[in-house]
């Protein structure tokens, strides 16, 4: 172990923290004004930015163009891609 | 009531939603959420398994 957060639980924590901000991001479509729900979101769109980052930092970005910078090299072309994990959880 | 729509059948009405305002009390975590297919408890209504389709599914063969 190097330390650093397992890849793979990485991607299942943005998983569920992306399943939590859409699901919020609906339930405020019709509740705009519900202060508690907003103020999960937000909380909740946080951590998902934070872990996002962490997860690029460690294991390269998650889209191949838009959101990460490139750095020295071109590692959006280097495996395992983002999508690439086990179906069942570690 | 006139309504303007021709009913082919004759009777019955069109059909009308009624929804019941959702309130945010409390949410799942992150992990029990994505597992469960909503972060809303009250929203949970999963669908029978597999499995119990399949064992319906031969008592019904059974039967015939």
Not at chain 1, 68 to 81: A, N, Q
């Amino acid at each position: 172990m190097n330390g650093f957060p397992d890849r793979e639980q990485l991607l299942w924590r943005i998983q569920a923290l992306s399943f939590t901000a859409v699901d919020l991001n609906l339930y405020l479509d019709t509740h705009p004004w519900d202060t508690r729900a907003l103020a999960d979101y937000n909380q909740i769109s946080a951590a998902l930015a934070q872990t996002r980052a962490l997860y690029e930092q460690l294991y390269g970005p998650m889209l191949n163009f838009g959101m990460s910078c490139g750095g020295d090299s071109w590692r959006w072309v280097e495996e395992p891609w983002p999508w690439q994990i086990s179906t069942r959880r570690a | 009531m006139t309504t303007g729509f021709n009913n082919p059948l004759g009777t019955g009405h069109l059909a009308m939603a009624f929804v019941c305002p959702q309130e945010y009390i409390t949410r799942f975590n992150p992990d029990e959420g994505l597992c469960q297919g909503t972060i809303f408890p009250e929203l949970v209504s999963p669908y029978p398994t597999y499995q119990l389709l399949l064992r319906t599914a031969a008592k019904e063969a059974q039967k015939e």
